[in-house]
């Protein structure tokens, strides 16, 4: 009797990756409507990537089925997940020609491509194009498909494609969790049902819903429809992709940029916060010591952002340096990286602003959103442990016999979870070190290597010196540094565990580095 | 009963408590500084310089008092608990006060009371950062107190890690208990003796490092000062251009392997003067410490393209050993380096020496620690319930002190930015904003971008003041002051706002 799924290959990879091509390649087709109805001519590459992406994700549905789930299987078809839709997501851009321009190769045009791709999926916003539009540009140089691709890419990122997947595949059982984990921002998944399909259809039912709600925040502040819902696609997973050249500083406009903020700091929320308030508990947000600190690291950074340029007094009156100092707090801490500035030197670019703010813009690079937001960086709650660990390091030199727990919600959170932040911060910390290292190597400024990096690894967007918000990444940085600069952003965006141990998984002699327990051993846990 | 021995005048006296005692601390801050001043007074005398009565005037006014309070007063040390640890932060902090009255009155007040703090915490916390515009034309006396003071702070610092906070923390040193008590030749058995060996070892090095330094040419002012400011890793310098000025490479070499020495553990190297020296390098510790010099001299070699035959060998040693060894000597022109092996110059100050060496940083037996820890993490991940310990060398690393050494982590890069934020309020530029943080927490002293600190605004050097302190005490010293300080006076306030009647719990923080 003939029974196909015998005949099928074990691979979650396969599977997983299948579904989530065929799910991105919904958005090419969109894409290729927007180009034929905005009048373009455009739609050919498009259409040709779609086609790929439904093929190669038809065949991998059809040959592949639901194998191994073990800690590595997970991590590996997470990061292989990302990294294949990644490099496919540029072919639009390849096939375009989109990064054409006078003495860049092919070679260059392929790995800007990816660039371009690595930063729209991961949702950075960092950019390669310095030949994007102005909002009345009559003959721009990219057609409306490709920038409308180049905003749903983050869209897809910000949710993240394999909580997609999750939506509609039930053959992982309870290792779903484990997927959900791997992919989410944070160290634990949150769930809002018991069941793990219905929590990720309901998280991106929401997430259809912030978007939504974000777009006609945009239009009511003065955009037209078709830039409310592609400000809307980006601003609701934090990306900070505009199809404009000066971003939302193009619009010159205080209401956008409130709404802009407004829609920023909701997508730098738990998004499970979200959907208990939709639920009718808006109090939600306050009981959450996370949330709480959220909004405290805003307040308090802005304001350390707003006294030295105040007292600097360079940059204008107090209404300029409050409108370019919040904006821009706010576009750090959620990692999103819209920029209000409307050209280089003018008040919202930072890199021309005097040190101290930026010192607080780089810290601002490394903590990020809240867990479980569209948003980038080590997360608020992390930070918040980390403050914790440091606290209780000086508690207990003073009484070496105590017990500190460190406690969120009213809770003490597991040694374990604890252990995991750590170690998640010194493997940042050495990314971000090695990072630099390499990347100056390679002959980029000091400080544009390092904003460059942590802009990369905490999912930002705009960097310093010539890679500034008002500058693009092929100003700072040449082809070597910009491709790592890419890896970097996937695996910030995998908050760097998958993608590790996705190559440590399989290395045997991580367990002789990390010595078994014996009985002799002084060591007690 | 065994009878307890009869305490002879040098005994140290420890007290019984956990109560912060700082009368000792600051005596001996004030006894260490005075004679470092007389003895500056003595040298300048024989220059014929204008500081000489200055500074033994000064010198007799700290000495006299602190030997009062010493031996008549009979001040105990408190080693015990958060005392303890008041203790040691007091005293880095009368050692900055002090030489910042000593560079006062060597200046016959004509310095800033900022810049003289600033010169005088830079000593003490062996940074090497200076505000003297022109060091090539200061009195003798000064740039000899200056040195003295490295080489004080470099004692001081060995001390405080090899003998009193192994016995504040009473849970063993950094360094593995074989280093000091192993093979019957202990190099801390009591307070005292420990301190007796550190000192002979540490006077015994510097008289060596005097003596290479006179042997390669350089005159015996110049030898002193310089065996005193590299042995202690400090980096002070007669010269404004460093020993770069001297144009000579025996000098030099004499330099790199003292800075290399210094950077070295003082318990380690006592192994190996004790002949197992061949145990040494199956420590991952040296193993490191090796291999990011190999690694960091081959890059620099390769990438400095400006110089010929072996001196872009030598400079990169030197470039190397300087930075990981916080010391800070240099004899070349980093500023004109690729900009790679800039940030990695960076990187590798930031990192800093061996625990257990006159050196800052955060510490490479640390960065192995966590290293460790992440290894341990990522393997829990995998394997959930798979039971691992985090080993160094072969010992077992208690979970308390992996705990510790995050907090640590988390406390230095914090003092950093802070520090770096204070700076940048002053300073146009980001980079050396950052640099001078990283510089002044690592205690190693060099700014990119700068020929000195004198060049940075005096806003910037005194935001600066704070992280070297830091740096040099490893932070938790001077925090656990701080807060000792700040219950006691919460505790002062709310007794006499409230009375007896409601009395706050935060007493209970800070009673024995």
Redesign the interface.
């Given at each position: 009797m003939f029974t196909p799924q015998r005949r099928r290959v074990k691979s979650t990879t396969g599977q997983i990756l299948g579904i989530a091509m065929v799910f991105v390649s919904l958005g090419l087709v969109v894409s290729a409507v927007v180009e034929l109805v905005g009048g373009g001519t455009g739609e050919g590459p498009l259409l040709i990537s779609a086609l790929v992406f439904i093929v190669g994700g038809v065949l991998l549905v059809w040959a592949t089925r639901v194998g191994e789930t073990t800690?590595?299987a997970v991590f590996t078809a997470v990061a292989v997940t990302w990294f294949t839709v990644t490099a496919l997501g540029s072919l639009p851009y390849i096939l375009d020609r989109t990064m054409a321009a006078p003495g860049v190769t092919r070679w260059v045009e392929i790995a800007d491509a990816f660039f371009e791709a690595a930063s729209g999926f991961s949702c950075t916003g960092s950019t390669v194009l310095s030949n994007l539009p102005d909002l009345n540009d009559p003959d721009p140089a990219i057609g409306k498909g490709i920038l409308f691709w180049r905003q749903l890419t983050q869209w897809y990122g910000g949710m993240g494609i394999v909580v997609l997947v999750l939506a509609v595949l039930p053959a992982l059982g309870a290792s779903a969790t484990d997927f959900l984990a791997a992919e989410a921002p944070g160290d634990t998944a949150d769930k809002v049902v018991p069941r793990i399909g219905e929590t990720a259809k309901r998280l991106w039912l929401l997430y259809v819903g912030v978007t939504g709600f974000m777009s006609l925040l945009y239009v009511v502040a003065g955009m037209s429809i078709f830039d409310g819902l592609q400000h809307g696609l980006t601003s609701a997973a934090t990306g900070g992709f505009s199809p404009y050249n000066d971003s939302i500083g193009e619009f010159d406009s205080v209401a956008i940029e409130l709404a802009c903020m407004a829609a920023m700091l909701i997508g730098g929320t738990n998004f499970v916060l979200h959907y208990r308030a939709v639920r009718g508990d808006v109090g939600v947000y306050w009981r959450d010591q996370e949330f709480r600190t959220y909004a405290a690291i805003t307040a308090g950074f802005g304001t350390?952002v707003i006294v030295?340029l105040l007292?600097d007094g360079s940059l204008g009156g107090l209404g300029t340096v409050l409108r370019a100092g919040i904006f821009n707090t706010v576009t750090l801490i959620t990692s999103t990286g819209f920029g209000n500035a409307q050209g280089p030197g003018t008040a919202g670019d930072f890199t021309s602003w005097?040190?101290?703010p930026?010192?607080?813009f780089?810290?601002l690079m490394f903590i990020g959103g809240c867990t479980g937001s569209t948003s980038g960086g080590s997360k608020v709650l992390r930070a918040r442990v980390?403050?914790g660990?440091?606290?209780?390091?000086?508690k207990?030199?003073?009484h070496?016999r105590g017990v500190f727990p460190i406690k969120l919600d009213g809770r003490s959170l597991p040694?374990?979870v604890v252990?995991?932040i750590?170690?998640f911060?010194?493997?940042y910390?050495?990314l971000a070190?090695v990072g630099?290292?390499?990347i100056?190597?390679?002959?980029?400024?000091?400080?544009t290597?390092?904003a460059g990096v942590l802009s990369s690894l905490g999912n930002m967007g705009p960097a310093?010196g010539e890679s500034g918000p008002t500058g693009t990444f092929v100003a700072g940085f040449n082809t070597p540094a910009r491709l790592l600069l890419a890896v970097l952003m996937i695996v910030g965006r995998l908050e760097l565990?998958a993608v590790?141990?996705m190559f440590?998984?399989g290395f045997r002699r991580?367990?002789f580095?990390?010595?078994?327990?014996d009985h002799r051993?002084?060591?007690?846990? | 009963m065994i009878p307890r021995r009869p305490r002879s005048a040098w005994s140290i006296r420890l007290a019984a408590t956990q109560r912060p005692g700082v009368g000792w601390p600051i005596a001996m801050a004030a006894l260490l500084t005075g004679i470092a001043a007389m003895a500056a007074g003595v040298i300048d005398l024989t220059a014929a310089g204008d500081a000489a009565p200055w500074l033994l005037w000064i010198g007799v006014l700290m000495i006299g008092p602190s030997l009062y309070w010493l031996w008549v007063r009979k001040a105990e040390l408190h080693l015990r608990g958060r005392g303890g640890w008041a203790s040691i932060g007091a005293y880095w902090l009368a050692l900055a006060c002090f030489g910042a009255v000593v560079h006062l009155f060597a200046s016959a007040f004509s310095m800033h009371v900022l810049d003289a703090l600033f010169e005088s915490t830079s000593g003490f916390a062996t940074v090497g950062m200076t505000s003297i515009s022109d060091v090539d034309n200061a009195d003798r006396g000064i740039l000899a107190f200056r040195a003295a003071s490295n080489w004080v702070g470099g004692f001081s610092a060995l001390a405080s890690a090899l003998v009193f906070l192994p016995r504040i923390r009473r849970d063993g040193p950094n360094v593995d208990d074989e280093y000091l008590r192993g093979a019957g030749h202990a190099l801390i058995p009591t307070v005292r003796l420990g301190l007796r060996n550190v000192g002979v070892f540490y006077g015994a090095f510097t008289s060596v490092g005097f003596l290479a330094y006179r042997i390669a040419g350089l005159g015996w002012f110049d030898a002193l000062a310089h065996a005193l400011s590299t042995v202690s890793t400090g980096g002070f310098s007669t010269r404004n251009g460093s020993i770069w000025d001297f144009t000579s490479a025996p000098v030099e070499w004499v330099a790199i392997v003292l800075m290399f020495l210094a950077g070295f553990s003082v318990p380690a190297m006592w192994w190996a003067v004790r002949g197992r020296g061949t145990a040494l390098l199956r420590s991952v510790e040296v193993q490191l410490y090796l291999l990011l010099i190999l690694v960091v001299t081959v890059v620099a070699s390769v990438a400095d393209t400006h110089s010929t035959g072996l001196r872009p060998t030598r400079e990169a040693v030197m470039a190397a050993v300087s930075f990981l060894s916080t010391t800070g000597l240099v004899a070349f022109d980093w500023q004109g380096w690729h900009v790679g092996v800039q940030t990695l110059l960076i990187m590798l100050m930031a990192l800093g020496a061996m625990n257990g060496s006159a050196g800052g940083g955060f510490g490479l037996s640390r960065a192995m620690v966590l290293f460790r820890l992440t290894l341990r993490t990522m393997y829990r991940m995998l394997r959930p319930h798979g039971v691992r310990v985090v080993k160094l060398d072969k010992r077992t690393i208690p979970e308390e002190q992996l705990r510790r050494e995050a907090g640590y982590l988390v406390l230095y890069a914090g003092v950093a930015l802070a520090g770096a934020y204070g700076v940048a309020f002053f300073e146009p530029q980001l980079r050396r904003s950052l640099v001078a943080a990283v510089a002044a927490i690592s205690t190693t002293g060099p700014i990119l971008g700068l020929q000195t600190a004198a060049e940075l605004s005096r806003g910037a050097r005194t935001a600066l003041v704070p992280v070297m302190l830091l740096g040099r005490s490893a932070i938790v010293p001077i925090a656990l002051l701080l807060s000792v300080v700040t219950a006691s006076t919460r505790r002062e306030v709310q007794y006499r706002l409230y009375g007896r009647r409601r009395r706050p719990r935060a007493l209970e923080d800070v009673r024995p």
């Open positions: 800690p590595v350390l030295p007292i005097i040190p101290a930026i010192v607080i780089l810290i980390l403050g660990v440091a606290r209780r390091s000086l207990q030199i003073r070496p040694e374990r252990e995991r750590t170690t911060i010194v493997i910390f050495g070190v630099t290292v390499v100056t190597l390679l002959g980029a400024e000091f400080q290597a390092l310093l565990f590790l141990l440590l998984g991580l367990r580095l990390v010595p078994r327990l051993s002084r060591y007690q846990e | -």
